[in-house]
């Protein structure tokens, strides 16, 4: 995994926002109708993503009381990183400053909580370059390096028999470069969280090298609908041995968000190549069983 680069500019693409039971029996949600413009701090998070935010949004529809939930993105809740903490900090302070139509209860507005999600862009990786590569001049149907083409190809009929020249006008010039895969499932989802020097190693599936490995909770909405099977997710190990970044690629969704916080509460014993510590990618497979 490519380092990316800090983005300053944050979009707002999506607010997801969900009434949760307070003191009030609210019968309609809060809707949001003003968010300030933000700029990411230029010593936070660069890999953007979602961060949640519970909000309490009064009758008047203010914003009384914020609190962080989670994020940004795959980040797990237990990372205390400095520019995680300042991107969460960000995000708190933006949904301090945001507006809504108020939640109602028999026509009447209320209090209620919400929870809502401030999406920081998240930066695009960059191209990978591929060397220049060698010319080769294309000759009819025969390929020369440029260095070695020479100005008559060897066994050739004779010009006066095939009205040929030395140097023939369809004679093309062409730059071979090697092979490089542009394609987007050869890109990675998850965004690098340190710094240039560090190295990220692929470590396959981690469940055997764990130190620790809690088993997730089972949801009680999952056991209600018999929901089980196996759960995959992707972790980015940091070189401290603890799980910086996790999500779910596969399995059932119901099951998705505890193996996430199980995956997250992982440790690994930390891992070195040539003698430096470096991150590792892999997978840890939860297996559920009603």
């Known amino acids: 995994m490519k380092n990316l680069l800090l983005s300053t500019a944050i979009a707002i693409a ?56 989670s994020g940004p993105g795959p980040v797990c809740e237990a990372i205390l990183r400095p520019d995680v903490l300042k991107t969460r900090e960000a995000a708190v302070e933006l949904a301090r400053r945001a507006k809504f139509t108020p939640a109602t209860n028999g026509g009447q507005p209320v209090e209620s909580s919400t929870i809502m999600s401030v999406q920081f862009a998240v930066p695009k990786p960059k191209p ?91 949801p009680a909405a999952a056991r209600a609908v018999r929901a089980s099977g196996a759960v995959q997710v992707q972790v980015l190990i940091d070189d401290d041995g603890n799980v910086f970044l996790a999500q779910a690629v596969g399995g059932h969704p119901l099951l998705q968000n505890a193996s996430v916080a199980a995956a997250c509460n992982s440790k690994f014993t930390p891992t070195l190549l040539l003698g430096e510590p470096v991150r590792v990618s892999g997978i840890i497979t939860y297996n559920f069983v009603p």
């Open 14 to 69: 999506a607010f997801t926002v969900s009434t949760h039971a307070q003191q009030s029996n609210a019968e309609t949600e809060p809707v949001l109708t003003n968010f300030p413009k933000a700029v990411n701090p230029k010593d936070g998070y660069p890999g953007g993503g979602d961060v949640n935010v519970r909000v309490t949004v009064n009758a008047q529809g203010e914003v009384t009381d914020a609190e962080f939930v």
């Open 128 to 218: 990978q370059k591929a060397s220049t590569g060698e010319k080769f001049t294309v000759i009819g149907d025969r390929n020369y390096s440029a260095a070695q083409a020479p100005e008559k190809p060897a066994g050739d009929p004779p010009a006066a028999a095939n009205n040929s020249t030395t140097n023939p006008p369809d004679a093309k010039k062409y730059t071979v470069k090697p092979d490089v895969d542009f394609s987007s499932a050869n890109a990675t989802a998850m965004p690098d969280p340190a710094d240039v020097k560090g190295k990220t190693i692929s470590g396959g599936v981690l469940n055997g090298r764990a130190v620790s490995l809690p088993k997730p909770r089972y």
